[in-house]
């Protein structure tokens, strides 16, 4: 995903964090933002969803 977002949001990238945990969970924020946020919607993000989020 990090890949993915890298190539998609070349000038925006670095406002874009994502912070892994145990278990497979983790989030994206970008400004402070949560984007997604496997732990609490409890599944994976669907292909794009993410990139489609920060585009907004």
Known sequence: MAAELKRALPGRVQDVELIPSSGGVFEVRSAN?????????????????????LRG
């Open 33 to 53: 933002e949560l984007i997604f946020s496997k732990r609490q919607l409890g599944r994976f993000p669907e292909e794009g969803e993410v990139l489609r989020q």
